[in-house]
């Protein structure tokens, strides 16, 4: 229940934002909202299924180059229809592309994944004529659920309508993900990182449910490209480059892969520290590779880790010592 | 009683080495099989061939009048067949409760519930409880399984196999790493559940010879991949060649 207040609780700070914030602020929660939505299904692939990709970038450039395609190439521009044309572009690439990888795992299904991602970025770059390159494509103003905006100059847009459409978006994708977590499909997903010959002798299709993980992974970041693509107004072939890969492993990992929120909570925290440290020193990827390798020595169940522990000494600390005790022993408590 | 496994001369060879030579028995309804036999004499492969993890190079392996050879384990849990194994197999994260739903929703067929609740499926939840209960875990629904003792563990191993609603499950050491005095505890949890749960027949595979003398109806000795013996408990312990060849220099009975 607490957990419950605590999130509708950020929403709410979240939907007060515009109020308060600075305009430059409100245009980094963009990029926050869109690498909220594709971390969310990241996880569920790395934290959950227990496979760490190093190719997602892939899928968020899928959703960047349709949202680019719809807008500047057939010339539509409802953002429902880009959402929808990324999710099924991405779940189609994501077929053969799962298939071929879930047969791997660990370093293997990584490296195979970080393949498919190189693949995919040299096709980027090399077919001029369809993907313009190193120059990316143009991705024109959207319409937002109908709602034609193309009046508004882009920080409006982007701090106003967009924001919301976003924010609105990034609950949906996280209540969706918070049931499939919750429900039998995740328990399988589970099981499956935990002891997949186990799993198979208790009935779980392992390879299946691992594709259908990837699958959903694929989607959920096609969903934050589209909307990274619109933030920009640039398709660009870096958003699908193995570095962007690297990144989102970086967030993840940065928030904690062991907690639902922490995919959020890396998103954020990254995004905010990349600008501080970009607008303090030209070595800012000296210090953000700093940063990680701290996270990681430290807190290796990244920053919800960080806050979890604190959280848990602080009850800890209100606690009767006895349970206090057992608890740090790792003994289970008996039930009265 | 109907014929629940048959093995018609299954042979697994792997390139020079022969594992498993001809091996012939069946498993009927109502029966307690025992395999014994010395370390290397094929047991494991046979287990790994009943269980469909390993196609036999030649013979038949049948459960229930289909063919299962090399069928996987996954089908073969959904034809009715269950393993636990031999070193405890636990997901180390989940707690108790989970590690028995995954069981039970897969025997279910609720898997695929993409957007269900989990916590909220009565079906599930009752079953998880009613499983639990049936090895003393009840209270342990919300430990994490890491968290449990090695017997605990084991328990939990075979809770979730039974879970599956198995027709036959198969036993592979379950008491290996246990001590004497929770053996047969163990194995009267094991025996107890099995009626329970409506279960057809065990196929046991163990080393401690008073544990098959005491629940077997039938006990099948492999020696050098052949098998040496397929006789009820009293035949074989009568037979003091056999008693040697299987049992070694100690004599029990």
Known sequence: MRSHLLVLLLLAVLALLPQVAGQYHLTLMIPFFAYGIALLGFNLL?????????????????GAYAAAAITSKLGLRSFELILVASAVGAFLVAIPVGLLSVRYTKIFFGMLTLAFGMLFHSFLFKFYDITGGDGGMRVLRPSLLGMDLSTLDKTAFLTGPFYYYCLVLLGFAGLAMWRMVNSPFGLHLKAIRENPRKAEYLGVRVRLYRLFAFLISAMYCAMGGAILAVSTGLADPELAYWTHSGNLVFMVVLGGFANFLGPIVGAFSFIFLQDQLMSLTQYWRFFLGAT???????????????????????????APAPQRISHELGTERVNP | ?????????????????????????????????????????????????????????????????????????????????????????????????????????????????????LAGDAGIQKRVRTV????????????????????????????????????????????????????????????????QAGVKAIILVEHDMDLVAEYSSRIVALQEGRVLADLPPAAFFNDPAIVAAIVGKRTTH
């Open chain 2, 1 to 117: 009683m109907s014929t629940l496994i048959q093995t018609l001369n299954v042979t697994k060879a792997y390139e020079k080495f022969v594992a498993l030579r001809d091996v012939s028995f069946e498993v009927r309804e109502g029966e307690f099989i025992s395999i014994v036999g010395p370390n290397g004499a094929g047991k494991t492969t046979l287990v790994n061939v009943l269980t469909g993890l390993l196609k036999p190079t030649s013979g038949q392996v049948r459960f229930k009048d289909q063919d299962a050879a090399g069928i996987g384990p996954v089908r073969l849990a959904q034809l009715g067949m269950a393993r636990a194994f031999q070193l405890v197999h636990i997901f180390p994260a989940l707690t108790v409760g989970e590690t028995i739903a995954v069981a039970v929703a897969s025997q279910l067929g609720r898997s695929r519930r993409l957007f269900a609740s």
């Open chain 1, 46 to 62: 790395f934290g959950y299924t227990g496979l760490l990709s190093f190719g997602h970038a892939l899928f968020v450039g899928i």
């Open chain 1, 292 to 318: 990680l390798a701290l996270i990681v020595i430290l807190f290796p169940r990244g920053l919800m880790g960080l806050l979890q522990d604190l959280g848990g000494r602080f009850r800890a600390a209100e």
């Open chain 2, 132 to 195: 639990a209960e049936i090895f003393g875990l009840e209270r342990k629904l919300d430990a994490e399984s890491r968290l449990l003792s090695q017997g605990e563990k084991k328990l939990l191993d075979i809770a979730s196999a039974f879970a599956l609603r198995p027709e036959v499950i198969l036993l592979d050491e379950p008491t290996s790493g246990v001590s004497t005095g929770d053996k047969h505890s163990i194995m009267q949890v094991l025996v107890a559940a099995a009626r």
